[in-house]
């Protein structure tokens, strides 16, 4: 009755691991693709490393701590 129990417990915990960590793959494989690989098909993986979308590593490295300080200035 324990390895029911156990067995049970563990296939609950790997549905909820898959639960949670499917939107971060999701997230993830759009955010490398381009706009037209996505509306075509959005279940399928990149084609290419597509890094064009990342428009905020192109601002100046101030830009960036500042509003990263500014987020944490209203967060606390």
Same mark, same amino acid.
């Given at each position: ?10 296939? *609950? ?7 949670? *960590?499917? !939107? ?8 490398? $693709?381009?706009?037209?690989? +996505?509306?075509?098909?959005? +279940?399928?993986? !990149?084609? &290419?490393?597509? *890094?064009? $979308? &990342? ?10 701590? &500042?509003?990263?300080?500014? &987020? ?5």
């Amino acid at each position: 009755m324990k390895t029911v129990r156990t067995w049970c417990i563990r296939i *609950l915990m790997i549905l909820f691991t898959i639960i949670f *960590l499917y !939107p971060l793959f999701w997230n993830l494989m759009s955010a490398f $693709k381009t706009n037209a690989e +996505y509306l075509t098909d959005p +279940y399928a993986l !990149p084609v &290419s490393l597509n *890094l064009n $979308k &990342s428009s905020c590593l192109k601002k100046p490295v101030f830009m960036r701590v &500042s509003a990263i300080s500014i &987020s944490l200035l209203i967060t606390n």
